[in-house]
């Protein structure tokens, strides 16, 4: 499985995040409960709230794949980690 929550992409967010939200939305349930520990572990992160498959704010943040994800009735998981000051 190919993960997009490395080291390497952490340390980005970190750098160029300095306050507000992440959003992460995977449609693969074993990539959603792999991106959760990298963000709750990192110092620079807090979870705002519980994982979940229910609808998001952030509609117009939908991805090509979220949209086909969608459509074929899967569930996308989205978590919101907040970016300590």
């Known amino acids: 499985m190919?993960?997009?929550v490395a080291d390497a992409l952490l340390?980005?967010?970190v750098r160029i995040v300095k306050a507000g939200v992440v959003l992460v939305?995977?449609?693969v349930s074993d990539r959603s409960e792999a991106c959760v520990p990298p963000?709750?572990?990192h110092a620079a992160?807090?979870?705002v709230g519980a994982p979940c498959v229910?609808?998001?704010p952030f509609v117009p943040a939908r991805s090509n794949r979220e949209a086909i994800a969608i459509l074929d009735g899967?569930?996308?998981y989205r978590m919101?980690?907040?970016r300590r000051s």
């Open 45 to 47: 992160f807090e979870s």
């Open 74 to 76: 899967l569930p996308v």
């Open 11 to 13: 340390s980005d967010i």
């Open 39 to 41: 963000f709750v572990e």
């Open 80 to 82: 919101v980690f907040r």
């Open 54 to 56: 229910e609808a998001s």
């Open 2 to 4: 190919r993960m997009v």
């Open 25 to 27: 939305q995977p449609d």
